[in-house]
């Protein structure tokens, strides 16, 4: 069993940062894949950014524009991070940890654990 719980969410105006934390409860952390989700009023839920177990892999969605958003993880601290620079209005949304044993990282349904979610709120 995982627990998850994130924090660093926050209001900020647009081309500010935020750093989000994720962090994790349970001895299997460093075994699992980790993701953020993101999702925004009357939308669906859809990938921000996963890393598997080691460290050395990550994947971004295709929503995320490459080089603003960074994700990151420490297994000693068994806490993910989500780095996000720049940042824009239409990237407020609810922001949703997840971690499972994971093969394809973009695929919600693979995720076993989530996050209650911390709001990022982006003002122009």
């Known amino acids: 069993q995982v627990q998850l719980v994130e924090s660093g969410g926050g209001s900020v105006q647009a081309g500010g940062s935020l750093r989000l934390s994720c962090a994790a409860s349970?001895?299997?952390?460093?075994?699992?894949?980790m993701g953020w989700f993101r999702q925004a009023p009357g939308k669906e839920r859809e990938f921000v950014a996963g890393?598997?177990?080691?460290?050395?892999?990550?994947?971004y969605g295709d929503s995320v524009v490459k080089g603003r958003f960074t994700i990151s993880r420490d297994n000693a601290k068994t806490t993910v991070y989500l780095q996000m620079n720049s940042l824009k209005p239409e990237d407020t949304a609810v922001y949703f940890c997840?971690?499972?044993?994971?093969?394809?990282?973009?695929?919600?349904?693979?995720?076993?654990?989530w996050g209650q979610g911390t709001q990022v709120t982006v003002s122009s």
């Open positions: 890393i598997y177990w080691s460290g050395r892999t990550t994947y």
């Open positions: 997840a971690a499972g044993a994971v093969r394809d990282l973009v695929r919600l349904r693979e995720y076993e654990y």
């Open positions: 349970g001895r299997t952390f460093s075994s699992y894949a």
